[in-house]
């Protein structure tokens, strides 16, 4: 039902220093899941998400990123929506990104995790998901919501954006290929991790 690839692309610096770069792929049915280390304003797929605040008013982290690269385009869609509540999703164009959309989720503010943390935080990438789908969108990039200045503790946060993404792409759906691009090397291979249990509990 799924295979599992590990593919390792190694970059090279001067004075011999080198640095690991992963991807971790795992097929779903006729869809794929791929892990990726990166910068998610570069990634040159049709849609990539943003981890929003809740009144869309941009901010620092990965939002702040997005608009930097993408210019005042982003903030002009934005504009066009009276928010974005927590675990919703809204779509705006990509302006000069290299990705024609952007799609604004709000994860939410971890707070002790039993105050509805998991079930928003799955809404968030469920939503996402379904906005993609909704405008024929078939390869989307998500960065890890929720896991930056919100605090939520990105083992717990790893599994359920994984489950969430593993139970969209099992049912049938014309989105081809989800991305989650984690910023650094730590938070990839937590990913990593949590990739290897939720595809093992999820087909076996
Ligand atoms: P939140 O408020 O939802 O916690 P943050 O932007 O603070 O959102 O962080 C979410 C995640 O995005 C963090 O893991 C952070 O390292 C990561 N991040 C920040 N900038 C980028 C980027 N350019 N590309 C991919 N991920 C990023």
Redesign the pocket.
Known sequence: MFNNNLNCVIYLFSKGNYYLKGTMELKIKNSILRLEQG???KQTVEAIVN?ANSRLAGG????G?IHRAGGPKIMEGCKKYNGCPTGTAVITTGGNLPAKYVIHTV?PVYQNGTSGEPELLQSAYLNSLKIAERNSIKIIAF????????GYPIKEASVLALEAVVSYLKKDTLIERVEL?L??LK?YNIYCSALKAVSKNSFQ
């Open positions: 910068d998610i304003t981890a620092g982290g990965v939002d990123a994860g960065p890890s919501i929720s896991t930056g200045v919100y691009i910023f650094c938070d």
